[in-house]
């Protein structure tokens, strides 16, 4: 690629800071949200949901919401007996395919299950009509407990099964039993991961619309993943043909993994609209979204590391409970937590033997599934707290236990099969404490302890799988390929329109995929349109989700343009009859090397190619005139790497956590933006911290959900989130297009593991262990008392 | 007026005149989205918590979906569609594009009126003062941290005149 300097532009799109593009409509109150979609005749669709944690459905009633004025329809599970249930399973022998029925005619499992809807003219009326809707319920007994639904015993949450787990999976590689024999030391600890809520701002929303004509339907939903809703449902409602089906995922507010699931009202909502014969509006209020959407990453970890005396790890053992909920989630079912925790149990440490043990156990709450990090969130917290616990147990500086097991830069593939890329597994680490000031701030968390105040510091150094694609969802245990296709086309006017089955979602792929495309084919980026979200009208793909979309549209947009640029440069060869591997294209002019008079615009280049001549040339004879092309690109397993560090004041009255710093050292590999790479990283960390400190979907005893507000359910604002500290490391990828890894779950899946050590380190005067998060002021109170008690 | 329970609404949002009905419980947020089709306000909780629906009543910062509508009958309103002008955006608007002070662009529209209120009162806030402002408006995207420097950039931005 030519690289000619032209003024007001960097050299290279990819790795500068451009502004981004989506700002304009965002910052002038003009997005497109599905909640901002209004159809002619629109109804607006209410649930009417179980206050019951377990019951069987007696009777329902719906005789008055029917009557109600302004109410179109009343739908219960017996009006959609036919309708297909979401089954959930893995092609794997361990697991059992798990059935939800999308309004369950005869039982409830948790509170907030959609057990009926109405249609009506205002969502006013719609809620109305639900409080008119009269149930008999016969309560039945409930589990809450992962480790009490495993219990032999236990009430089968779903008939047909022999457990209350999904799954239970086990694997082992290298001479566990023997290390553990042999160590020196060995040491164990259960941690219990808090149950946490992705909690986009904008909640879920749908629009659906039926054509009598095509028979058809036009969804518009707030999802990370609109071609695989279509993919999934159009069958289910009927449809002969999946492309009856277009699904448009417009403007979202926000997704953090919630949003790649089908739910209920997925299916519902455009069951109404054709029943109907009118356009419904759903959208989702924030108790729903919180009681009843998907919860995630609560897994009960009981974890066991052999050492030698000085430190030296030789083996994990690892059992994962994960808290499954009522249902497998659809598609991606409850292994997104517990068995994906599992397979990073190693995470960067060179330890030959690892054996784990996975279930993923039914309760009566809500289905938990993919959010931010998923289960890797958990795994991390509970490996690194008890590496921090066993520093402290043999005396030595946690920084320098970690850093004498940490793998080598170069590609490594762990115990459990992980192929790492290559990174800065140990200069992360290393660059962390640097800046943070590590020994001095020993030295002041000594002196503070003369005066009775508790410093504390963690570090929680990770791995982040990205670009999830067919390699690495197999290493995860997913045994499913994937296809994302990215399609350029040089319109006749030379501007670039490329569209993906990706989803942008605050990501900024209107910018970046720009970026990319642009170096790629040597033009202007803001010649560029990048297109999503729509089936009807871009490329296939699976949507955002799992750090995948830089690398996996990063590497599409690659292959797809340099199709395309073989075809500029065969007509701009042709022009100047000049040897293709002479013409260079760079800021929207072919030129030939050496002969800087011989230049052509891409403009005309098009032209050429629409329309087949410019003045001066033509065509070359034999070309196939389309400057567009379609590729897909599934990636080898990437991990981007870094390291987060906190330091936390904590009130030993009060129990009070003050979180006073967070450094972030990432290494994703090559950036398509920093400043976007940036923002990725702070809003993880963000989420983490809430997880560390703050969020908690609490049920009581009884099943019942405690935390169905903001008010209850912590998001962190501006007065608990500090500023954040962010470095970068940049070692691309030994394997994938372009050396992209990916990132968006860093800061999520390794923060609250850096402020449980922190909290840890803090109160280690006291000889506190903590196993649970998230650690509210309450909370820490009690592991104190819990320690002054022994 | 009263039609079928709902009652005419007047107010001046932007600067403009504007009426439409209302039931007596219906919201100022779904008054401006639904009636009025301003949807650049948004609704996130409903509870008064998450910021998203803040507009301005009378100058005043306001959780649209904590008032009813007929309580703005004759007040002046703003909301996100009335900061820019034509084609220009206000500073601090540009503050937040040049900051990355929005990924999803959600809850943006309740953080620019929110700091337009701000920087009214306080030409030159502390980041303290800038934080303790913002701290009813949630965000999950940024972690705050554009935000915060999007605050600052529109501050001196205001205050140079530029």
């Known amino acids: ?790 | 007026m009263i039609v079928d329970g709902a009652a005419a609404v007047r107010v001046t949002v932007n600067g403009e005149a504007r009426q439409g009905l209302a039931e007596p419980r219906t919201l100022l947020v779904d008054f401006l989205r639904q009636e009025l089709g301003l949807t650049g306000t948004h609704v996130g909780c409903e509870q008064g918590v998450c910021g998203a629906c803040t507009v301005r009543v009378n100058g005043q910062l306001v959780r649209s979906c904590l008032m009813f509508a007929v309580q703005a009958e004759r007040a002046s309103i703003e909301t996100v569609e009335g900061m820019a002008r034509g084609a220009e955006l206000h500073p601090i608007q540009q503050a937040f594009h040049e900051e990355h002070g929005l990924q999803c662009g959600f809850c943006t529209p309740g953080l620019l009126l929110t700091t337009a209120a701000l920087l009214e009162t306080d030409p030159d806030p502390s980041e303290a003062e800038i934080r303790l402002a913002l701290s009813g408006n949630v965000c999950r995207c940024t972690g705050y941290v554009g935000v915060v420097a999007a605050v600052q950039a529109a501050a001196r931005k205001l205050r140079e005149g530029t």
């Open chain 1, 1 to 790: 690629m030519a690289q000619t300097s032209v003024e007001g532009r960097p050299d290279r799109y990819v790795g500068a800071r451009l502004p981004r593009v989506e700002d304009a409509r965002f910052l002038r109150g003009v997005g497109k949200f599905v909640d901002d979609i209004r159809l002619p005749g629109m109804l607006h669709a209410a649930f009417f949901r179980s206050p019951h944690a377990h019951a069987r459905i007696v009777s329902i009633d719906v005789e008055q919401a029917r009557a109600l004025e302004g109410v179109v329809a009343v739908l219960t599970g017996a009006d959609l007996a036919d309708f297909p249930p979401f089954v959930a399973g893995l092609p794997r022998p361990e697991v059992k395919a798990n059935e939800r029925h999308v309004l369950p005619a005869d039982r409830v499992r948790f509170v907030g299950e959609a057990v009926a809807v109405v249609a009506a003219t205002s969502r006013y009326v719609a809620e109305d009509a639900c409080a008119l809707i009269d149930v008999e319920w016969e309560p039945l007994p409930v589990l809450t407990d992962p480790h009490a639904s495993l219990a032999p015993g236990a009430p089968l949450l779903h008939e047909g099964s022999e457990s209350n787990s999904f799954a239970h999976i086990e694997f082992e590689h290298g001479e566990v039993e023997k290390a553990f024999a042999e160590a020196d030391r060995v040491f164990s600890k259960r941690f219990h991961h808090g149950r946490m809520h992705a909690a986009p701002l904008e909640t879920r929303g749908i629009v659906a619309e039926h054509d009598p004509g095509s028979g058809g339907f036009t969804m518009w939903t707030s999802s990370q993943v609109p071609h695989l809703t279509r993919s999934l449902l159009a069958h289910m409602l009927g449809l002969t043909y999946e492309n009856q089906f277009r699904v448009i995922a417009p403007d979202v507010g926000g997704g953090f993994g919630l949003k790649i699931h089908l739910f209920p009202e997925d299916a519902v909502v455009p069951y109404l609209a054709r029943h109907t014969g009118r356009p419904v509006k759903w959208i989702e209020d924030r108790y729903e979204s919180l009681a009843a959407s998907t919860h995630a990453k609560e897994i009960v970890m009981d974890l066991e590391l052999a050492t030698t005396s000085d430190g030296k790890f030789l083996a994990f053992r690892g059992r994962y409970v994960g808290d499954a909920g009522a249902y497998a989630i659809y598609p991606w079912t409850p292994l997104v937590d517990s068995l994906v925790a599992a397979v990073l149990l190693p995470s960067l440490y060179d330890v030959p033997a690892v054996r784990f043990e996975v279930d993923a156990a039914y309760t009566n709450k809500c289905p938990t599934g993919a959010y931010r990090g998923v289960g890797w969130t958990s795994g991390q917290t509970a490996r690194e707290v008890l590496i921090d616990e066993v520093a402290r147990a043999l005396e030595l500086d946690p920084m320098e236990l970690r850093l004498r097991n940490t793998i080598p830069s170069e590609p490594y593939v762990s115990a459990t099969g992980c192929r790492y890329d290559g990174g800065s597994y140990a200069e992360s680490q290393r660059k962390a404490m640097e800046v943070l000031g590590y020994d001095a701030l020993r030295e002041r968390q000594k002196s503070l302890r003369e005066e009775g105040r508790y410093l504390g510091v963690g570090f929680s150094p990770f791995v982040e799988p990205g670009g999830w694609s067919g390699e690495m969802a197999k290493r995860m245990g997913f045994p499913f390929d994937y296809m994302d296709a990215a399609r350029v086309t040089v319109e006749p006017d030379g501007t670039v329109t490329v569209t993906l089955g990706l989803h942008s979602h605050g990501q900024a792929h209107e910018t970046t995929f720009a970026q990319v495309v642009a170096d790629r084919l040597g033009v202007k980026v803001e010649s560029v349109r990048i297109l999503e979200g729509d089936t009807a009208v871009t490329a296939y793909g699976t949507g955002t989700w799992g750090s995948r979309s830089a690398v996996i549209g990063g590497g599409s947009i690659m292959r797809a343009a340099d199709e395309v640029r073989e075809k500029l440069v065969a007509i701009a060869a042709h022009a100047f009859e000049a040897s293709p591997g002479d013409i260079e294209i760079y800021d929207g002019n072919a030129t030939v090397k050496g002969s800087p008079d011989k230049s052509i615009s891409v403009t005309m280049i098009a032209y050429t190619a629409y329309f087949g001549a410019f003045v001066g040339g033509t065509r070359p004879p034999g070309l196939d005139p389309a400057l567009t092309a379609t590729r897909s690109y599934e990636p080898p397993e990437s991990y981007a790497n870094g390291c987060i560090a906190a330091v936390v004041e904590v009130d030993v009255e009060t129990g009070q956590v003050e979180l006073q710093q967070v450094v972030v050292v990432d290494d994703c590999g090559i950036m398509l933006n920093p400043t976007v790479v940036e923002g990725q990283i702070a809003g993880a960390t963000a989420q983490g911290i809430g997880g560390a400190l703050y969020e908690d979907l609490a049920y009581d005893a009884n099943g019942q959900f405690l935390a169905g507000n903001l008010l209850d359910y912590l998001y962190p604002t501006t007065m608990e989130i500090p500023a954040i500290e962010i470095h970068h490391i940049e070692t691309p990828s030994t394997v994938t297009e372009g050396g992209i890894k990916g990132v968006g779950e860093g800061g999520t899946i390794a923060a609250p593991a850096a402020v449980v050590n922190a909290v840890a380190d803090a109160l280690s005067p006291f000889g506190v262990t903590i196993d649970r998060t998230p650690l509210s002021p309450d909370r820490v109170l009690s592991f104190i008392r819990a320690a002054e008690g022994r």
